[in-house]
């Protein structure tokens, strides 16, 4: 049982996390443009990536990845959370990022398994 | 979380997260909260963050106990953009699931995703 628990800090680490999506999300987009035809693959791609990275910890957490592309034309937009889960264990980190001609916002949840 | 009956590993079949059920509860709030509503760019994220807890709420007191909750709300303005939103998960299929829905007005679009994910 003891080699169980050794990975675990005990909380989620969100700079970390932070990190990883932000390669992620320059990894699949990174200069491009906004394209009706290629959103799809783009935010299929930012989400996997950021899964399989995340799983590379090796931590025993349940993972949630939301990704949300959107076109710049001077529209707004708000993103929020509400979670019902334990605070010590849990958490999650969300990423803003943009270019020239698109904004993508990437959420982040960690469940604790046990 | 009670630490009653802390053996169980999957959920029973009637306390199992339902999709159909969670929509339900979703939709009735965001259309109670938001029919009419224009959006204001000063008002929008204090009503995205009551909604999300609403929303929250409704879920909890449906009944799925043991599970962890995630709702996550989108609230943008209507200008002929393109938006894209897409989601991922590493979770236990067996236990865990997800619903959502999307409301649309002349001035706005709102999307809910609830994620629930069973506490072993």
Redesign the interface.
Known sequence: MEEFHNGNEGSFNSDEADNIVKECIEGVVGADD?S?NL??K???GI??R??TQ??KQGKSY?????????????????????????TAM?G?CTVRWENRTMYCVV?V?A?A?? | ?ESSDTFLIRPHHQHKFKPAVVKECIREIVREKLSGVQ?D?EE??QL??T???S??EKV?NAGFDRY?????????????????????????ADS?N?AEDVYLNDSLFCLV?V?G?Y??
């Not at chain 1, 710049?72 to 993103?79: I, P, V």
């Not at chain 2, 962890?68 to 897409?86: F, P, T």
């Open positions: 906004y009706q959103v799809n783009w935010t299929a989400v996997e950021c899964l995340l799983v349940k993972y949630i990845v939301t990704c949300a592309v959107m076109q710049k034309t001077g529209a707004g937009l708000h993103t929020a959370n509400s979670c019902f889960w334990d849990d999650s959420s949840f469940v398994i046990a | 979380m959006y760019p929008v994220p995205s963050k909604l999300a807890d929303v929250k909890k962890k909750l995630v709702v996550q709300v989108v609230i943008g303005e209507q200008r002929g953009q393109g938006v894209k939103m897409s989601s991922r998960c590493l979770w236990d865990d997800y995703a994620f994910s506490h072993y």
